[in-house]
Nanobody, 116 residues
Framework: QVQLVELGGGLVQPGGFLNLTCVASVRTKSMMPMGWFRQAPGKEREFVAAISQRTGTTDYADSVKGRFTISRNNAKNTVYLQMNSLKPEDTAVYYC?????????WGQGTQVTVSS
């Protein structure tokens, strides 16, 4: 059973930044391509960013390209999301999960609120 814990959310003003962390309770050999996803109130969960397992190749939703950066540390089973130039429309609960095959059980997520 994989457990995912997302940390680092909070309240930030427009234009501000936040750094999110995801810790996955998996063995290093089991690491998969990983992604960040988000769900705003009344909307479906959507893809935000992804990073490959070994080469670190990244992919981003158009809405966050140039503002968000995903990275990972396989030795620590950790994935990060650096979010800059935040906008009110970035407000959502942010989750991490694998980006291949059926998702693992979702964690609690971390709330990001962008508001003045």
């Amino acid at each position: 059973q994989v457990q995912l814990v997302e940390l680092g959310g909070g309240l930030v003003q427009p234009g501000g930044f936040l750094n999110l962390t995801c810790v996955a309770s998996v063995r290093t050999k089991s690491m998969m391509p990983m992604g960040w996803f988000r769900q705003a109130p009344g909307k479906e969960r959507e893809f935000v960013a992804a990073i490959s397992q070994r080469t670190g190749t990244t992919d981003y939703a158009d809405s966050v390209k140039g503002r968000f950066t995903i990275s990972r540390n396989n030795a620590k089973n950790t994935v990060y999301l650096q979010m800059n130039s935040l906008k009110p429309e970035d407000t959502a609960v942010y989750y991490c999960n694998r980006n291949r095959g059926s998702p693992w059980a979702w964690g609690q997520g971390t709330q990001v609120t962008v508001s003045s």
